[in-house]
C-alpha cells in the first residue's frame, strides 16, 4: 500500500556537534545545536533524525543536551538514530552484529530511554538477517526502540531483512533530490537503452510503495545548488533558473520549490533538512504547500531541466 499520510520535513542532526573529530562538545556546540532545533521546531518539523556516528557521536550529545534544555521537548517529537557504520580504523567499516550494544550507546548519548525508529544505516554484505532479527527482538522488548528502518537499501534487501525481522520495516532513507534523480529515472527509462547505466536498484520505490515503508530523502536540497550555492554544470544553473523562477512566481522560497518538488511524488517523499544554519531551515517552511499546488508540468520542467537532456 502507499503510505496514507503525507509527506512530512524531517530535522537531519549530521550537522550538529562540532567537527568531526572524537572529543567533548563545546557550549557553542549546544547552543548552535539548540537555535537548529528551535528553527525546526518553528516550522512544525517534528522527526528528528541521528545517527551513531555523526561527528563521532558529538550530534547525539548535543541533541541530548538541548533535550535536558527544553523540559517537555522528548514527548512532543519522534527520535530516529542509526547503527551500521564504523568509524574507528580498526574494525570493519559495516558492522551489523553489535547493534544492541550501538543502541545503548545512542541512548546514553541522547539521554533518552527509547528512540522511535531505529534504522541500520548501510547493507553490511556479511549480514546474518537472523542475528539483526534477534538484536532487534531484545530492543523492541526491553523498550527501546519502537520501530525499525533502513537506510542506503534496495527493495529487495527490504524484503531479505523482512522475511526474519519481528518488526516491519517502515522506513528507507536514500539519496534522493533534484540533483539526485536516478531514482525517478529508473522508472521511466525502463526498456530504453539510456536505463543500463542507472545503477539505482529499479523497484525499489514500488516494493516501499506497495509495502507501506516511507521514503526519507537525505541530501533533499542538493546542497543548496538550486538555491542560492554556486553551480557546476550548465544543467544545474539551468533547474536553478527555474527553480527562481516558480519561487518568485508563487511568493516562495527557493528551497520550498526544490523541496516541493520531492513532496509531489507519489511516493510522499519525507525529505530530511541537513542545514545546521536557521535561515535556512526557516526557508523550508513553505514545502508542503508547494507541493500541494505544484502542476505536473511545473514538476516535469524542473526534472527535464535538472537532466539537462529530454526525456525518450
Known sequence: MTPTSPARLVYGCMGLGGDWTPGPVTPAAIDQAAAA????????????????????????????EVLKRTPGLRERIEIQTKCGIRLDADHAPYDLCTIVARVDDSLARLGVDYVDTLLLH????????ADVAVAVAQLHAAGKIRAL????????????LQRESPLPIVVNQ??????????????????????????????????????GVRLQAWGA??????????TRTAAEEAASAVVTTLAEAKNTTREA??????????????????????????????????????TRDEWFALYIAARGRPLP
Request: proline share 7%; net charge negative; glycine share 10%.
Open 37 to 64: 532545533v528551535e528553527a525546526a521546531l518553528s516550522i512544525g518539523v517534528g522527526v528528528f533524525d541521528h545517527a551513531d556516528i555523526y561527528r563521532f557521536g558529538k550530534a547525539e550529545t548535543v541533541f541530548g
Open 149 to 160: 528502518g533502513v537506510s542506503n537499501m534496495s527493495g529487495a534487501q527490504i524484503a531479505f
Open 122 to 129: 548501510r547493507p553490511d554484505p556479511l549480514l546474518e538477517p
Open 257 to 294: 520549490i526544490v523541496l516541493g518538488w520531492l513532496m509531489r511524488h507519489p511516493a510522499r517523499i519525507d525529505p530530511v533538512l541537513g542545514s545546521s544554519d536557521p535561515t535556512r531551515i526557516r526557508a523550508c517552511a513553505d514545502a508542503a504547500v508547494q507541493a500541494a499546488a505544484m
Open 174 to 211: 536514500l539519496e534522493m533530490s533534484l540533483g539526485r534523480r536516478d531514482w525517478v529515472d529508473s522508472t521511466v527509462l525502463v526498456n530504453h537503452p539510456d536505463g543500463a547505466s542507472n545503477t539505482f536498484p529499479h523497484g525499489t520505490l514500488e516494493y516501499c510503495a506497495s509495502n
Open 221 to 230: 536540497l542538493a546542497q543548496g545548488r538550486y538555491s542560492g550555492a554556486p
